[in-house]
């Protein structure tokens, strides 16, 4: 079992930034990729950006140039950096992570990107 711990959303004008932080615990040793995924109002759940141990980065293509992920360096925590902040970033922000016999989500975290 894996434990999601997210943390680092709230609402910023257009053009702000922000960066999301996610801790994960429990069997983290069978951890091999993590990621960010989003969820607006009335649309579902997609792939924001993803990291795998060997570092290799994968970003929906709406957010490239904009947001970077990265992990830590004991590798049991995914950051997303959020620059340029558009408001159609606006969503429920979840941390996600693959392990070799499961996923597991943290219980999201709101970002409101308004004037």
Known sequence: QVQLVESGGGLVQPGGSLRLSCAASGSIF???????????????????????NGGRTNYVDSVKGRFTISRGNAKNTVYLQM??????DTATYYCNTKTVASEYWGQGTQVTVSS
């Not at 990729?33 to 950006?49: F, N």
């Not at 620059?83 to 159609?88: A, G, H, I, V, W």
């Open 30 to 52: 069978s951890i091999y990729a993590m990621g960010w995924y989003r969820q607006a109002p009335g649309k579902q759940r997609e792939l924001v950006a993803t990291i795998t």
């Open 83 to 88: 620059n340029s902040l558009k408001p159609e």
